[in-house]
Nanobody
Framework: QVQLVESGGGLVQPGSSLRLSCAAS?????IGWFRQAPGKAREGVSC????????WYADSVKGRFTISTDKAKNTVYLQMHSLKPEDTGVYYC?????????????????WGQGTQVTVSS
């Protein structure tokens, strides 16, 4: 069983930056960041595949967010710039153990506990 631990959330003003981290206790094939705002469905934000570092971004964050990985530390980062109030939510990372030919985790075998991001003036 792989454990995922997110960190880096906080309360920031619009236009600010934050870097989220997702530390995994073991190997994962694909890791994705998901977020859920109050009263809204959870949505995918960004994903990365371990085998070739292929990435995916939701249209709403393209050009503002960057996902990266430090394989030596088994940690995936989400660098967020130009944050907007609509980026507010609980950010979770989820991962698959096996490869399914996708960039984003399909089975989402593992989930972290989430980290709160609040963008407000």
């Amino acid at each position: 069983q792989v454990q995922l631990v997110e960190s880096g959330g906080g309360l920031v003003q619009p236009g600010s930056s934050l870097r989220l981290s997702c530390a995994a206790s073991g190997f994962t094939s694909t890791i994705g960041w998901f977020r859920q705002a109050p009263g809204k469905a959870r949505e995918g934000v960004s994903c990365i595949r371990d085998s070739d570092d292929n990435t995916w971004y939701a249209d709403s964050v393209k050009g503002r967010f960057t996902i990266s990985t430090d394989k030596a530390k088994n940690t995936v980062y989400l660098q967020m710039h130009s944050l907007k109030p609509e980026d507010t939510g609980v950010y979770y990372c989820a991962a698959d153990r096996l490869y399914y030919g996708t960039t984003c985790p399909r089975r989402r075998d593992y989930w972290g506990q989430g980290t709160q991001v609040t963008v407000s003036s």
